[in-house]
């Protein structure tokens, strides 16, 4: 049972370009996690998706950032217009219900 | 104030000293993570814990809900422990998780 997948593991973008981030989740796992984690700083929330739903978006910025689970395929978080302050690491995570969640390798995200 | 505190922030050991990191929190949880991450690293889950005591291997972890607090324990400390440790909780029904800024130890030989 292969684990929560991510890519690309490292992403590099110049300033105003647009970024997607990819996650698939464990089989059998239905509920998705995006966590973003800058440079020195600790974790944070910022979406929980389920398969066509998003269900809590509070930790989103509000301008250009989005998220989506569709029925087939992975999650993708997309961030439009790059800019350097989105430079981080991002972590996707799954569980199979509102339990224990396994987390992916995180994405790399250099904005120049 | 941070919902979840950590201490310490940093933590030098030599090889073989038994390690306790703490976790203190000031929301109600249903469920709490300990995590692992080495340098550059993806999250390794070690443990999630709503009570009492789990242990695998040399760590071990403790929660002590009226409290609000708990502990990772490694004993036998080597130096591929070297990792930052993240205590991370589970926040009434919602499944987001609320983390700790994490706890980054080195152990030397």
Redesign the interface.
Same mark, same amino acid.
Do not use: C, M, V, W
């Given at each position: 049972n292969a684990g929560v997948m991510q890519n690309p593991r490292h992403l590099v973008r110049r300033r105003g370009q647009e970024a997607r981030l990819r996650c698939s989740p464990m089989k059998g796992h239905s509920?998705v &996690?995006w &966590?973003r984690q800058l440079p020195e !700083? *600790?974790?944070?929330?910022m979406v929980?998706l389920q398969k066509e739903n998003i269900?809590?978006e509070? *930790?989103m910025p509000k301008e250009r950032f989005s998220a989506e689970f569709p029925k087939e395929g992975p999650s993708i978080l997309r961030i439009q217009q790059v800019v350097r302050g989105d430079s981080a690491a991002y972590?996707c995570?799954s569980?199979p219900s509102? *339990? !224990?969640? &396994?987390? $992916?390798? $995180?994405t790399?995200l250099t904005v120049t | 104030k941070n919902e979840v505190e950590q201490s310490p922030q940093n933590l030098t050991a030599q090889e073989g000293e038994f390690i306790t990191i703490n976790c203190s929190y000031s929301v109600g949880i249903s469920a709490l993570h300990w995590l692992q991450q080495h340098p550059g690293g993806g999250i390794v889950s070690l443990f999630m814990l709503s009570s009492g005591k789990k242990k695998h291997g040399r760590l071990i972890a403790t929660i002590n809900i009226q409290e609000k607090h708990s502990s990772l324990h490694i004993t036998a400390s080597h130096p591929r422990d070297s990792a930052v440790y993240i205590c991370a909780v589970y926040t009434g029904t919602a499944s987001k998780l609320t983390f700790g800024t994490g706890t980054r130890l080195q152990v030397t030989l």
């Open positions: 509920h &996690y &966590y !700083e *600790g974790l944070k929330f929980y269900i809590d509070s *930790g972590f995570a569980s509102t *339990g !224990e969640q &396994y987390f $992916g390798p $995180g790399r | -």
